[in-house]
């Protein structure tokens, strides 16, 4: 999401197992909010629930008062995005109604370590092609992750994002904002593109974790940000999807340090 003048921090298999912990801290709660995003749920309803299961996990959120470009500090633990937005949507009043796409970015820390994940969620009966594009985002993640794999290049991950995107049809690819790197704070570099030629950039070592997140649009990808100074909406009115996993760089490939059940690629 937001660049970071850093060098690219390197974990020790033991930081790495404090940011799985975070992570299943993140997959826990992404679950809950799953099953509760039906019609009538408010946004704000939905981030009780991750308040609840951060204090149960005795973790902190990733994102409740975090500044960015001198902004005000963000008031959620979860980012909450319906239909043409895209990403930082503000949870509040607002009730799901049937026919909606909404994403829900999640961040933890535990003993001071990050993990990050983004789902979209269809609410009741969703039109077919913002189904299709939810899921060609959500394959469009996965590809990227596969190819977090030590002695690669970073933009072979966004190289990777581009080409599922394009294979599963005519999506716009927002270019604003993209992944980023990941560890004793939420946003470091290097900072990832869902675009590009591959075999650019840093080589991919072990010990490096990223959050990949993939965002993408039914039409232009042009966005902007509303007057609350968080939420970064289409231009066109679009619908707009957005999933998201920290994966860690491993000897034995990539680790996907957010999902529920243990994932190695």
């Known amino acids: 999401m937001f660049r970071r003048k850093s060098s690219i921090e390197i974990k020790s298999a033991d930081q790495l197992a404090v940011m799985r912990q975070a992570g299943l801290v993140v997959a826990e709660a992404l679950s809950a909010i799953e099953d509760a995003a039906k019609p009538g749920a408010t946004t704000g309803e939905l981030d009780a629930i991750a308040r609840d299961v951060l204090a149960t996990r005795g973790a902190t959120s990733s994102f409740l008062g975090y500044k960015a470009h001198g902004v005000i500090p963000y008031p959620?633990?979860?980012?909450?995005?319906?239909?043409?937005?895209?990403?930082?949507?503000i949870p509040g009043a607002r009730a799901l109604q049937d026919g909606d796409l909404l994403s829900v970015d999640f961040g933890a820390i535990v003993d001071g370590w990050n993990g990050d994940a983004a789902v979209s969620i269809l609410i009741g009966d969703v039109a077919a092609d913002v189904v299709a594009l939810s899921e060609a985002t959500r394959a469009s993640l996965w590809a990227g992750l596969a190819a977090a794999r030590a002695g690669g290049r970073l933009t072979d991950i966004s190289h990777a994002v581009e080409s599922a995107l394009v294979a599963a049809g005519s999506y716009g690819i927002v270019a604003e904002y993209g992944g980023h790197g990941i560890g004793s704070r939420m946003?470091?570099?290097?900072?990832?593109?869902?675009?590009?030629?591959?075999?650019r950039g840093p080589q991919l070592v072990p010990g490096m974790a990223l959050a990949i997140e993939p965002m993408a649009t039914l039409g232009d990808p042009d966005v902007g940000v509303h007057a609350d100074g968080w939420t970064v909406s289409t231009i066109d009115g679009s619908a707009a999807a957005h999933w998201e996993h920290t994966v860690a760089v491993t000897e034995d490939g990539p680790w996907v340090l957010t999902a529920l059940d243990e994932v190695r690629l």
């Open 76 to 89: 959620g633990v979860i980012c909450a995005s319906i239909n043409d937005e895209v990403v930082h949507g």
């Open 187 to 199: 946003h470091m570099d290097p900072h990832i593109l869902n675009y590009g030629s591959p075999g």
